[in-house]
């Protein structure tokens, strides 16, 4: 900071010169001493300068409102959003919040660092604060074929940039555990640089959890019960009350936040949606949710604000305090949390639930090109059963872990799977569209519901391959087709016909148009999937299947490389026994 601004920030502090600014008549949410105090804020340029009684050039009126630190969501994929950087910052910052730990990994799996480029001068854009984390995991397996790779001496560089927050999540919690080579070389990187490490780690207890902590992985929010919760926190981990448009494991680990633990819980959403946030919001329903499930409101506003700052190492945030950076939120009680007016960086960007600065989006042609399919035809999407009995990846509707399950099948003379229209069992395909390999992996999928046509997505965690499922080869084969014509995105067809599709330019993943226009689009797909294919109505068509290959959520995917056993950590064969 220059001399003469530091001078004036100590002044105004001082009362002896009048606030650049002064938001009087406030409830300061103190989450230092965890009460409401009554005053005004003052601001000199972009900080806090006091609180208290002030004066100021410019006033505005709280008139009696709640100002809270601005919300900060500690973990969340801007790509799952559907939408780009500068256009979730439009859609999340009225809702109060001002910074988000961003996991840029699905860009990276398709484009490498020109993705994470992209990524970070697009979040330019935007008066969201993005604080982004250099994916741990490119690929995020091996056992997928991804559009990047990404190894220690890769990292070593860009993780001593002020531009990286930390280490993405850890999701290969094996190779953590058992202490491979690669893997402890990451973890080494990030330790050197004092950066913050993320975790990810379903189900991990006893003594490997012990390992996963020792190699001081901060973070989990992969929590599915309060035992999980309670064995990190005593671990000294942050644990993640997650509440987004695929997972919601909020409500059930707030029963388990208690004032002597608290300091160590946060907010996050990991993968959220337009449709989400403009019916529900952001972390202001996070915030609601606490309230409903016996939350002190100042606890909760704790693990929206001061508890990430204090986590991801962020000492000009979190707080309502002299010296702060002056992000504020004011809203109008401490149960509904209706947003009013939210102040980034000292200046008022959202006033009445819309975002008040102009979007300038950022140049996307280097995301662009993505696809590189090798030789794909319909053959390649027969299935060769020699048994009566297949495994088949369960769906199990709510969330995205799936169910390894045993059925009976029909087979023709060759063999091969034939759909049953009597029986929930379907095929779905993986094929790979990176490195020109020419990989197209099928299995079978049971209880999505499908019963017409075809629906192909390349949004595949988390390498991004094409995912395709259907009742027959022909509408299967045409999907895909379509799908890299039109540069990726979502696309479904019955009878060889189109009947409704939404590009996705930047990545495959991502669309460059609003948060509005994605919410119509998906609104659509999902009726024509529920409607006209009749995919189960307890089953969210697209965001279930684009989780159908994430191979390090339990128990059964597909990769583009074959069926995988997540519990064992190997490829399975289609035949059961």
Not at 390 to 409: D, E, M, Q, S
Not at 509 to 536: P, Q, R, Y
Request: net charge negative; with cysteine; charged share 25%.
């Amino acid at each position: 900071m220059e001399k003469n601004k530091f001078k004036k920030l100590i002044d105004i502090a001082a009362g002896r010169v009048l606030a650049d600014l002064v938001i009087k008549n406030c409830k300061i949410v103190d989450v230092y001493n965890g009460i409401i105090v009554d005053g005004d804020i003052a601001l000199s340029d972009n900080i806090i300068a006091g609180i208290g009684n002030y004066e100021g050039v410019k006033v505005i009126d709280a008139q009696g409102k709640y100002a809270a630190p601005g919300f900060i969501d500690a973990h969340i994929h801007i790509e799952s959003s559907y939408v780009s950087p500068e256009e979730l910052g439009r859609l999340v910052v009225p809702h109060g919040t001002t910074t988000i730990i961003a996991d840029p990994h699905e860009v990276a799996n398709v484009c490498g660092f020109k993705g994470i480029d992209y990524m970070l001068n697009a979040a330019e854009g935007t008066a969201l604060d993005i604080r982004m984390m250099l994916p741990s995991c490119v690929p995020a397996t091996p056992f997928e074929h991804s559009g990047a790779k990404i190894d220690a001496k890769d990292m070593e560089e860009i993780m001593s940039s002020d531009k990286i927050q930390g280490l993405g999540e850890f999701m290969n919690f094996p190779g953590v555990t058992l202490g491979h080579d690669d893997v402890l070389d990451k973890l080494i990187i990030a330790k050197n640089t004092g950066k913050v490490i993320d975790g990810h780690s379903p189900g991990l207890k006893g003594k490997n959890l012990n390992a996963y902590a020792a190699a001081r992985i901060k973070t989990d929010h992969e929590c599915e019960t309060i035992e999980d919760m309670h064995d990190r926190i005593s671990r000294g981990m942050y644990v993640m009350l997650r509440q987004g448009s695929a997972c919601h494991n909020l409500r059930t680990l707030a029963k388990g936040v208690t004032p002597y633990n608290s300091k160590r819980c946060l907010l996050c959403a990991d993968d959220m949606q337009p449709k989400t946030i403009l019916n529900d919001g952001h972390l202001d329903n996070s915030l609601r949710m606490c309230v409903e499930e016996n939350i002190d409101p100042i606890i909760a506003i704790q693990m929206a604000t001061l508890n990430a700052a204090e986590c991801y190492g962020l000492e000009d945030r979190g707080g309502i305090a002299p010296g702060l950076r002056a992000d504020i939120v004011l809203f109008d009680n401490l149960k509904d949390f209706n947003v009013d007016n939210v102040f980034i960086n000292g200046k008022e960007v959202a006033e009445g639930g819309e975002y008040k600065l102009p979007i300038a989006k950022y140049d996307i042609s280097d995301t662009k090109r993505s696809f590189h399919v090798k030789d794909f035809s319909i053959d390649k999407l027969k299935l060769k059963i020699n048994s009566e009995k297949a495994h088949t990846i369960k769906v199990l509707p709510g969330g995205v872990v799936t169910k390894k399950n045993i059925v009976n099948v029909s087979t023709n003379e060759n063999n091969e799977f034939i759909y049953n229209s009597n029986e929930d069992v379907v095929k779905v395909a993986v094929v790979e569209r990176h490195q020109n390999t020419g990989n197209v992996a099928v299995a079978l999928l049971e209880g999505y519901g499908i019963k017409e046509g075809a629906i192909a997505l390349s949004i595949a965690h988390d390498s991004h391959n094409i995912i395709v499922v259907g009742v027959n080869d022909e509408d299967m084969a045409y999907a895909v087709e379509e799908l890299i014509k039109q540069g990726g995105g979502i696309i479904v067809v019955n009878n060889r016909e189109i009947i409704e599709s939404m590009p996705m330019e930047i990545a495959g993943l991502m669309s460059n148009k609003t948060g509005e226009w994605i919410d119509k689009k998906l609104k659509n797909i999902h009726e024509v999937a529920h409607n006209v294919l009749f995919v189960s109505k307890e089953v969210e068509p697209v965001m279930t299947l684009c989780f159908m290959s994430l191979a390090v959520i339990p128990e059964i995917k597909l990769t583009d490389m074959g069926l995988f056993d997540v519990t064992q950590f190997k490829f399975i064969d289609i035949e059961a026994k």
